[in-house]
């Protein structure tokens, strides 16, 4: 059976950085497996995780990227990780970790260490926010974050499809530029 043209490709057999199909399927994809009050995407949270990373092109392109795997894997729940036996997390992280690796040859980005490091603990935060705000009024949010516009904007409107992808999308090209000019 032949694969339709939305479907994924095989990740492995790209040559050209999917930037669209990524940014799509983010915009669709749901966090929590669709449990948040709204429609909350991978995408958006993406953009929360940039807005909580340090303030720079490398840290942005890796937040925004962190999750790219998951068009390709699925948004793994952490409580189902945590169910897995050591090897099969081990397996599914390295299935994670391959992938990236793949998307960032594609566009010749070298994530340090020590970036990787600073975007999970951002992913963490923006975790820990998403349980705590979503749902919540604008005004609530705002109160709650005073410090972290960006962070507070992401969190109080709700999520589209649409406009989370073309966000993501505008934020990646927008990176890239800024990457370009940083080199």
Request: glycine share 4%; charged share 20%.
């Given at each position: 059976m032949s694969q339709p043209n939305w479907m994924p490709p095989d990740v492995y057999q790209l040559t050209i950085f999917p930037a669209d199909q990524i940014a799509r399927q983010l915009g669709k994809l749901c966090r929590f497996s669709g449990a948040t009050p709204d429609?909350?995407?991978?995408?958006?949270?993406?953009?929360?995780?940039a807005a909580l990373a340090p303030d720079d092109p490398t840290h942005r392109l890796a937040a925004l990227l962190h999750d790219a795997h998951e068009c390709w894997t699925g948004d793994i729940l952490r409580p189902v990780t945590r169910l897995l036996s050591p090897f099969a997390r081990e397996e599914v992280g390295d299935i994670q970790r391959d992938i990236d690796e793949h998307l960032y040859s594609l566009i010749g980005f070298d994530p340090s260490p020590l970036t990787l490091k600073a975007v999970a603990e951002a992913d963490d935060a923006a975790c820990e926010l998403e349980i705590r705000l979503l749902g919540k009024t604008s005004a609530e949010i705002t109160d709650a974050l005073p410090n972290l516009r960006e962070a507070a904007w992401q969190l109080s409107f709700l999520s589209h499809a649409a406009i989370d992808s073309l966000h993501w999308l505008q934020a990646y090209h927008q990176t890239l530029k800024d990457l370009t000019l940083e080199a």
């Amino acid at each position: 059976m032949s694969q339709p043209n939305w479907m994924p490709p095989d990740v492995y057999q790209l040559t050209i950085f999917p930037a669209d199909q990524i940014a799509r399927q983010l915009g669709k994809l749901c966090r929590f497996s669709g449990a948040t009050p709204d429609h909350w995407s991978v995408a958006r949270h993406s953009l929360l995780v940039a807005a909580l990373a340090p303030d720079d092109p490398t840290h942005r392109l890796a937040a925004l990227l962190h999750d790219a795997h998951e068009c390709w894997t699925g948004d793994i729940l952490r409580p189902v990780t945590r169910l897995l036996s050591p090897f099969a997390r081990e397996e599914v992280g390295d299935i994670q970790r391959d992938i990236d690796e793949h998307l960032y040859s594609l566009i010749g980005f070298d994530p340090s260490p020590l970036t990787l490091k600073a975007v999970a603990e951002a992913d963490d935060a923006a975790c820990e926010l998403e349980i705590r705000l979503l749902g919540k009024t604008s005004a609530e949010i705002t109160d709650a974050l005073p410090n972290l516009r960006e962070a507070a904007w992401q969190l109080s409107f709700l999520s589209h499809a649409a406009i989370d992808s073309l966000h993501w999308l505008q934020a990646y090209h927008q990176t890239l530029k800024d990457l370009t000019l940083e080199a």
